[in-house]
């Protein structure tokens, strides 16, 4: 009967540690969903803003070789990412295939200038450095006209940034509910060990030793916990790569391998933190409280 009594709270224990384990993995699930969010939100705010042309069209009598010497400048300059040469015979190529038709042999001639597209890095991707850029530029006398779509840069900025508030914004709220429900997961099971805890207590052991191993079960939950969330994350990630393929151009393992530590790092911590909170909190208590 004794035997069956302890084998029934054993498995009883193993129980609550399993669903301990579970109850924080699918919290730091939540977490991590919202960090690779928050991480493609960013990547794709930077593709946006990397993405914005500058039209810069050079003098008509500019030979090759100094709008080369140009894109070099360009090229060299913190703010430019990237810029490509366009000549006259590609410039008329690309419009005759979005008019549909030659316009060189109707009008006898080729009346596009040479010009250079231009595509900055994100950082300088607002209309208050892209106007500085582009008054920089128009001081050369190779340039001539530089074009780029204001309107949609201001939108555009605008938009991110509200999107980008507001994914913060949730995140924190949902991180601050999270140690919540951990700590709240963590004190239920620790509840549940009340009196081997007072026990221990009563026959002399000091607090140090009575924490010690909780403590390591906590640190072993948490990470448990934390590993279960990144695997299920991973998957996430492939099942949507496969669905959506583009989504690759706005993935980083830098930045992935950045959220999934935090997230192992996150769950061993409110484990720990929370149990050590709660095993004090009863060896505190005294012997008639338990059964409050």
Not at 48 to 62: G, P, Q
Not at 160 to 170: D, G, Y
């Amino acid at each position: 009967m004794e035997e069956f009594e302890v084998s029934e709270s054993a498995n009883k224990t193993k129980t609550i540690y399993i669903s301990t384990v579970f109850g924080i993995a699918m919290v730091l699930l939540m977490i991590g969903l919202l960090g690779l969010i928050l991480v493609h939100a960013n990547n794709l705010s930077r593709y946006v803003k990397e993405n914005i042309v500058l039209n810069i069209f050079v003098d008509d009598a500019a030979h090759e070789t100094d709008v080369r010497q140009l894109q070099t400048q360009l090229e060299s300059n913190p703010a430019v990412k990237q810029a490509i040469y366009v000549s006259k015979e590609l410039a008329a190529r690309n419009l005759q295939k979005d008019l549909g038709e030659d316009f060189v042999k109707f009008l006898g001639y080729n009346p596009l200038s040479q010009s250079l597209d231009v595509y900055l890095n994100a950082d300088y991707a607002n209309n208050a450095k892209i106007t500085k850029f582009k008054d920089q530029l128009l001081k050369n006398p190779l340039v001539k006209e530089v074009k780029y779509q204001q309107s949609l840069v201001d939108q555009m900025n605008a938009n991110l940034t509200s999107i980008t508030l507001v994914i913060l914004a949730f995140t924190g709220i949902f991180v601050v509910v999270s140690v919540a429900l951990i700590n709240n997961t963590i004190r239920l099971a620790i509840y549940s060990q009340r009196f081997l805890i007072k026990s221990m207590q009563l026959v002399g052991a000091t607090k140090g030793f009575i924490r010690k191993p909780f403590l390591l079960y906590g640190l072993w939950h948490g990470l448990l916990g934390g590993l279960i969330a990144v695997i299920i994350l991973v998957g996430t990630l492939y099942l949507a790569n496969v669905e959506i393929p583009d989504l690759v151009i706005l993935q980083n393992r830098t930045e992935f391998g950045i959220v999934f530590l935090g997230v192992i790092g996150l769950g061993i911590f409110i484990s720990a933190f929370s149990t050590y909170l709660a095993v004090n909190k009863f060896l505190r208590l005294k012997i008639y409280d338990l059964y409050r």
